[in-house]
C-alpha cells in the first residue's frame, strides 16, 4: 500500500510561479515510476508529467514542456512539480501517481493522492 499526500497548490497571479511536491509513504517509493496529472472543473483529467523510478528520464505534456519540471528524491520519498510562468489554463486539481511505468495514461497507476488545488489568475 503507498499513500500519497500532495501539497503545495495555492493562489497565483499569471506569469507566477509554484512548486507542488508530493510525499509518499513506505520504504519501497524508488520502485514506482511517478506521475502528476490535472482536471480542470468538468474536464477530464489529463496527464502533465512523469519520471522513472531513477529520475533520468522525464517526460511531459505538450501544454506545459519548457514551463514545468518534475524531479523526485528518492531519499526523501517526494516528487516535486515545479510550475513556471503560469497561465489561467493551468488551473486545476493537480494529482500525483505511482505506477511501475511512466507512461502517459491514469489508468497504468495503481496509486493515486487526494489532489491539489492550482488557481491562476488573469
Known amino acids: 500500500q503507498v499513500q500519497l499526500v500532495e501539497s503545495g497548490g495555492g493562489l497565483v497571479q499569471a506569469g507566477g510561479s509554484l512548486r507542488l511536491s508530493c510525499a509518499a509513504s513506505?520504504?519501497?517509493?524508488?520502485?514506482?515510476?511517478m506521475a502528476w496529472f490535472r482536471q480542470a472543473p468538468e474536464k477530464e483529467r489529463e496527464f502533465v508529467a512523469a519520471v522513472s523510478r531513477n529520475g533520468v528520464s522525464t517526460t511531459y505534456a505538450d501544454s506545459v514542456k519548457g514551463r514545468f519540471t518534475i524531479s523526485r528524491d528518492n531519499a526523501k520519498n517526494t516528487v516535486y512539480l515545479q510550475m513556471n510562468t503560469l497561465k489561467p489554463e493551468d488551473t486545476a486539481v493537480y494529482y500525483c501517481?505511482?505506477?511501475?511505468?511512466?507512461?502517459?495514461?491514469?489508468?497504468?497507476?495503481?496509486?493515486w493522492g487526494q489532489g491539489t488545488q492550482v488557481t491562476v489568475s488573469s
Open positions: 501517481a505511482a505506477g511501475l511505468l511512466a507512461m502517459t495514461l491514469s489508468r497504468h497507476y495503481d496509486y
Open positions: 513506505g520504504r519501497t517509493f524508488s520502485r514506482y515510476a
